[in-house]
């Protein structure tokens, strides 16, 4: 990972302010959900993808009652209840 080299200082609430030129590179408008990742000794923030939650995949998901599905759960679902007993 190629480091970018912007300091900031953390507030008394925890908080940093992301410079803007990466909220603009990133797309990151207010209100835009982040993940905050931890690996090893660095901490990662990545835009938030739903995960499904059977698969942890974050490909073609989709939201049920509000839990997140991903098609593939989804047809191997429809095949379990499709063979369900009478
Ligand atoms: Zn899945």
């Known amino acids: ?3 970018v080299g912007v300091v900031r200082k953390v507030d008394q ?3 940093i302010v992301l410079p803007k030129s990466l909220r603009k590179r990133y ?3 207010e209100g835009e959900p982040v993940e905050i990742l931890v ?3 660095q901490i ?3 835009k938030f993808k739903p995960r499904c939650v059977f698969c942890t995949s974050i490909d073609a998901v ?3 009652n509000e839990k997140h599905v991903c098609s593939s759960c989804i ?3 429809n095949e379990l209840v499709n ?3 009478a």
């Open 13 to 15: 609430l925890g908080r």
């Open 27 to 29: 797309a990151l408008n």
């Open 39 to 41: 690996l090893g000794d």
């Open 75 to 77: 047809s191997e679902l």
């Open 1 to 3: 990972m190629k480091a």
């Open 44 to 46: 990662i923030l990545e």
């Open 83 to 85: 063979h369900l007993p």
């Open 62 to 64: 989709s939201e049920f």
